[in-house]
């Protein structure tokens, strides 16, 4: 008896790590997802944007378009912030910190509004996948490297030091500003928000979406991404909704199928169960 009590208990706690639990999906499993798509886009991203000559090229094209339609404001941005000293180390705590308000979302949304989370999880993992082509397409250098006068502002004053700024020996990719990351993930943690409060709040559930205007000024005045990397963002953002709701729509409709299936078993099924029942009868 004792020991049916442990074996009791063990599975309440292990429940909710190896199965869904009220809509909620299983946790070990969600965060081995989580990680594993982290990883292999980290990988992946690395990977891309090798060629410097490519990325100087569309920069430069990038900022003729910007002058033809009157968009090229990055070098003013930049100096308004180098004229205002004491903006400069919240600009890059700002910058470098947006990973705790990701994580911070996805926890609160997976806690508190489990109705929401698989649909918002999709599209974060939608844009991991959809945003990698187009960095290893058009690789695009930073106005902190295309733009001359443009004080990198980051990389002056990082809380990770200099190197990290720089990217040297990290792995990192220089030339990804094409669309800016901090901003679409920024834009999805809004969005995530938004998608969990509208429906109770709806004036409260807008509020989150100023977490990406700031960070959209942000990048452009610490020299990080243009404008049309941020017009970039918000499509990038736009895609992987509809990518995540027609994910959603197949995923229904596969499981929809699979209830039924269960649910009305086949003729030659029928007919050896009733001949099994048949049989047990006499």
């Known amino acids: ?3 049916l009590k ?11 790590l190896l199965r869904s639990v009220r809509g909620r999906p299983a946790v070990l499993v969600e965060v081995i997802v989580l990680l594993l798509g982290f990883l292999l886009f980290t990988h992946f991203h690395a990977l891309a944007g090798k060629d410097t000559a490519s990325a100087t090229a569309n920069a430069l094209a990038l900022q003729s378009v910007e002058r033809a339609l009157h968009l090229d404001i990055e070098q003013m ?14 600009a890059v705590y700002y910058y470098r910190l947006y990973y705790v308000v990701l994580v911070g979302v ?7 509004h489990a109705e929401i989370y698989i649909k918002v999880r999709r599209a974060l993992l939608a844009m991991l996948v959809l945003v990698l082509p187009v960095f290893w397409a058009l690789p695009m250098s930073p106005p902190r490297f295309a733009l001359p006068g443009v004080v990198d502002i980051v990389a002056e004053h990082d809380i990770l030091g200099s190197h990290a700024a720089q990217g040297t020996g990290n792995g990192q990719n220089l030339y990804s500003a094409m669309p800016s990351l901090h901003v679409g993930w920024s834009a999805w943690c809004a969005y995530a928000a938004w998608s969990a409060l509208r429906a109770s709040h709806s004036r409260l559930a807008l509020l989150p979406w100023g977490f990406p205007l700031v960070m959209a ?7 990080n991404h243009y404008v049309l990397d941020i017009v970039g ?3 990038l953002l736009a895609v992987s909704i509809t990518a995540a ?12 199928a699979t209830r039924l299936r269960d649910a009305d078993p086949t003729p030659g ?3 050896s169960r009733d001949r099994r029942s048949d049989r047990h009868a006499s």
């Not at 941005?77 to 919240?90: C, D, K, R, S």
Request: glycine residues 6%.
């Open 233 to 235: 963002s918000a499509v």
């Open 245 to 256: 709701s027609v994910w959603g729509r197949l995923a229904e409709r596969r499981h929809r």
């Open 1 to 3: 008896m004792k020991e």
């Open 269 to 271: 099924k029928v007919g």
């Open 77 to 90: 941005a930049n100096e308004w912030l180098t004229e205002h000293p004491v903006l400069i180390q919240p």
């Open 6 to 16: 442990k074996r009791r208990l063990r599975s309440a706690r292990s429940g909710p």
């Open 217 to 223: 000024a942000n990048v452009l005045v610490t020299g």
């Open 106 to 112: 996805l926890l609160w949304v997976f806690v508190r």
